[in-house]
């Protein structure tokens, strides 16, 4: 049996290798790519091997200007994503919370009906409304700026959802608690589910700054000025760069993909505990 059981655990773990590698592949040829000039991945494809260009590529695309109108460097445009990143993240979280506090807590009439009506807005992709968006950004003149990229998307009926059902699982005892000791209801929100609702903010927030940050349609269509350029659309831009005789820069398209990766993974590595437990959590 403990034989069995060894060659059991083994195979497990082959598999997770197997999987793990069949992943990480495709990054790693990105990765080893970028590190080559774009001469060598015309002529031979994408690569396995690292060259010895590596500090000379990404700090040619960290710091010199490119772009359509050669005034934009990738450390602009990632500062870009990061504004939009953690701007749709907490902008969603708040209106989300507050939505949902008030259908669950204030009971007003036709609350259930609003938020079935919120919920539906699931149906409704930004693709679809993309068109009468920019409309009403181009007449409040949020055009080219940094409120036109994040407030029209901040509002959100998945987290309107789970901070929904997270609310109606706090006992009904907390709030007849909070009014005995006088608590008003900014009061009991601030200081009773706020805390209570960390993990499954930190959840929301994962989901929602990876969701922000790879934008790519919105900001393609609200930003004209290059300034505001995010690191998505930095890719394109390089990727599709002819100039005369100069060869296609895959090798800086490929670095600006690694580069993309990095602030998402990090989020994820960091709150990983917090958003297993925000999701899977029961008791509260």
């Known amino acids: 049996m403990k034989v069995l059981w060894v060659r059991y655990q083994l195979l497990n773990h082959l598999l997770l290798i197997l999987g793990v590698a069949f992943l990480a592949l495709p990054l790693w ?3 080893a790519s970028s590190t080559h000039d774009p001469a060598t991945i015309i002529r ?8 010895d260009q590596f500090f000379e590529t990404y700090l040619g695309v960290l710091t010199e200007k490119k772009g359509f109108t050669e005034q934009v460097t990738a450390s602009m445009m990632m500062i870009n994503s990061m504004i939009l990143g953690v701007g749709f993240a907490v902008g969603k979280i708040i209106v989300s919370m507050t939505a949902a506090y008030a259908i669950v807590y204030f009971r007003f009439p036709l609350g259930t009906l609003l938020f079935w009506i919120i919920f539906t807005t699931l149906l409704l992709p930004l693709e679809v409304r993309i068109i009468p968006s920019y409309k009403v950004v181009a007449d409040l003149g ?3 700026s940094y409120s036109g990229l994040i407030i029209p998307l901040i509002a959100s009926a998945t987290g309107t959802f789970y901070f929904r059902q997270f609310f109606r699982s706090v006992p009904d005892e907390l709030l007849e608690a909070a009014k005995l000791d006088g608590a008003g209801a900014w009061k009991f929100f601030i200081d009773i589910l706020l805390p209570l609702s960390r993990t499954m903010m930190a959840a929301l927030f994962i989901i929602m700054f990876v969701v922000g940050w790879n934008q790519y349609l919105w900001p393609l269509l609200m930003t004209t000025d290059e300034s505001y350029s995010t690191i998505v659309l930095g890719i394109k831009s390089v990727m599709q760069t002819i ?3 100069r060869l296609p820069e895959y090798n800086r398209g490929f670095a600006l993909a690694i580069l993309a990766l990095i ?3 990090l989020i994820v590595i960091l709150f990983q505990r917090w958003f297993i437990k925000g999701l899977l959590e029961s008791d509260k």
Do not use: I, T
């Open 243 to 245: 100039d005369g005789n």
């Open 142 to 144: 949020m055009l080219n």
């Open 44 to 51: 031979d494809g994408m690569q396995l091997g690292l060259s």
């Open 29 to 31: 040829m990105v990765f």
């Open 263 to 265: 602030p998402p993974v």
